[in-house]
């Protein structure tokens, strides 16, 4: 599976950005994709995820309310809205791809973009 993020920038706490992932290889219905983010000294955190096959979602409790990942099987393209964003917000994103159930098994993940840089001050 190769994943190829886009999207991020900089933007005013409070604004939106919506980060794309297109996939290309062998992503079925019964694979999961996510979000994560990795903020300058921290580790790599889990932040949204969507199972392909049925819609099902799953959200750090951090981003609840204001994230919101979606999925266009059509295009193989999973997205991930951010509204009311933050300082704290600020990080590489990274898009992943993990086969089988468990959405938010975030150490599942084992296909991964290269990563798209978000900046809010």
């Known amino acids: 599976v190769q994943l190829v993020e886009s999207g991020g920038g900089s933007v005013q706490a409070g604004g939106s950005l919506r980060l794309s992932c297109a996939a290309s290889?062998?992503?079925?219905?019964?694979?999961?994709m996510g979000w994560f983010r990795q903020a300058p000294g921290k580790e790599r955190e889990g932040v949204a995820a969507i199972y392909l096959g049925g819609g099902v979602t799953y959200y750090r409790d951090s981003v609840k309310g204001r994230f919101t990942i979606s999925r266009d099987n059509a295009k193989n393209t999973v997205y991930l809205q951010m509204d009311a964003l933050k300082p704290e917000d600020t990080a590489v994103y990274y898009c992943?791809?993990?086969?089988?159930?468990?959405?938010?098994?975030?150490?599942?993940?084992?296909?991964w973009g290269q990563g798209t840089q978000v900046t809010v001050s």
């Open positions: 290889g062998y992503t079925y219905r019964t694979y999961c």
């Open positions: 992943a791809a993990k086969e089988g159930y468990g959405c938010n098994r975030w150490s599942a993940y084992n296909s």
